[in-house]
């Protein structure tokens, strides 16, 4: 019995998704049609394969990646909720964090508008000064900055809860900090590391954290005080320091966090704006 081909544009049409994204998922592997013409490229699909599609649009639209469809549609057709679990929990952690984001951006335009508070912000002379080796709980990611950030730090975080209610889980030496390993701004794609100062004996199951050293280094620093969304001042303020010396950059990045974000007013907070030089 012969299955009935749907052409491309029905096919369009009917699961709502264009004949671009149609063919960046064939590439994909997540919706690959049933029939493909050799000469043209024309592409064909069945009854059948309109719900796998209608579904894609619908994680697709709810801000998972690629990957992440790949993952849940592989996931739901073995059972494997757990896995499904996981990403929503994931996903929507990001959307939180985005909704904190843009919150933060909505509330900086208000005081601007009332009394040109969104200029409020302070950034001391840079220094040269020198950071011994510390060893830190690490994790590391990708994506946007804000989404990215917040998650690491919050896995970190979840790792200090006490094994038996009494005991924490190891001792904080210092303020956990960002290290940003791209050679430039990627807005979407960030190569980012977290990094939190311990002490003593730190046992951790996630093979997602890594225990390691940060070697002593030389840095040139700057205290900003302010919104974190104008931090970008910060870093242009060391960089040209750095510059300005005649030194080199010599190694990724930092940002210490000096108080709590979740506890401070955002125009109170203290972030120290590490850039290491050679």
Not at 128 to 136: D, F, G, Q, S, T
Not at 198 to 215: F, K, M, N, Q, W
């Amino acid at each position: 019995m012969t299955v009935e081909r749907i052409p491309i544009g029905t096919f369009s049409r009917v699961t709502r998704l264009s004949q671009r994204a149609l063919r960046l998922y064939d590439e994909r592997g997540l919706l690959v049609p049933a029939d493909k013409d050799l000469c043209t490229g024309y592409r064909s699909y069945t009854y059948d394969q309109i719900g796998r599609g209608v579904t894609i649009g619908h994680l697709v639209a709810l801000g998972f990646g690629l990957a992440e469809v790949g993952a849940l549609l592989d996931a739901r057709a073995v059972g494997d909720r757990e896995i499904v679990r996981r990403l929503f929990t994931d996903r929507r952690t990001a959307v939180r964090a985005e909704l904190g984001r843009l919150a933060a951006i909505e509330a900086a335009l208000a005081r601007g508008e009332a009394d040109q508070e969104v200029f409020t912000m302070s950034i001391t002379e840079p220094v040269i000064k020198e950071i011994p080796a510390m060893r830190v709980l690490s994790c590391r990611g990708s994506g946007t900055y804000g989404e990215t950030i917040t998650r690491l730090i919050g896995k970190i975080c979840a790792t200090l809860a006490p094994r038996n209610c009494r005991e924490p889980a190891f001792s904080v030496a210092g303020p956990i900090m960002t290290l940003y390993h791209d050679t430039g701004c990627r807005e979407q794609e960030a190569e980012i590391e977290v990094a939190l100062p311990v002490a003593g004996r730190v046992e951790v199951d996630d093979p997602a954290l890594e225990l390691r050293t940060l070697s002593a280094t030389r840095v040139v620093s700057a205290l900003y005080t302010g919104p974190y969304p104008g931090i970008s001042s910060a870093h242009e303020a060391v960089f040209k320091a750095v510059q300005a010396l005649g030194l080199e950059c010599d190694g990724p990045p930092r940002e210490v966090y000096l108080n709590d974000p979740g506890t401070t007013p955002e125009q109170e907070l203290m972030t120290e704006v590490q850039y290491p030089v050679a």
